[in-house]
């Protein structure tokens, strides 16, 4: 195995460990990690139509009605007619459902914290930093 395919790995298996942590975090909400993900999109963009939410979750629209269903099903969300197209639903987080966001976003940040606590500080703002060339760099 290469050293390429090796670093591969580990920062799959470093992802799929931190997604595991979580799903933990969610599931006290009973909330899945693609509705999860929807929230967050709702919340931070109150009034977007359910194909952009689709677009930012890189999901099909008909799966992003299916996890918008059950985000509106616990009352996280609502939808409302688009004010500039009437033919367009928008989507909008409901009071319960910014308090789930902030409450999941808070427990995201301790469990990223729990999960990077291994690392020495100097060892965390290196990974930060290069993660984040990948990220913005290398899309």
């Known amino acids: 195995m290469s050293q390429v395919e090796s670093t591969g790995e580990l920062l799959m298996n470093a992802a799929k460990g931190l997604r595991r942590s979580y799903a933990r975090v969610l599931a006290e909400w009973d909330v899945t990690l693609g ?4 929230l967050r999109v709702v919340s931070t963009t109150p009034g977007v139509r359910i194909s ?3 677009d930012v979750l890189g999901i099909a629209p008909r799966s992003a009605t299916e996890v918008i269903d059950g985000l509106e099903a616990r009352g996280l969300v609502s939808r409302a007619a688009d004010p500039h197209d009437r033919r367009a639903t928008s989507v ?3 009071q319960e459902g910014l308090r789930v966001h902030r409450l999941i976003a808070e427990a995201r940040e301790r469990a990223t914290v729990e999960y ?3 690392l020495v500080p100097e060892d965390h703002e290196e990974l930060r930093r290069l993660l984040g060339l990948l990220v913005h760099d290398g899309a």
């Open 35 to 38: 509705q999860g993900r929807a």
């Open 52 to 54: 952009s939410v689709a």
């Open 92 to 94: 909008l987080p409901t």
């Open 116 to 118: 990077l606590s291994r």
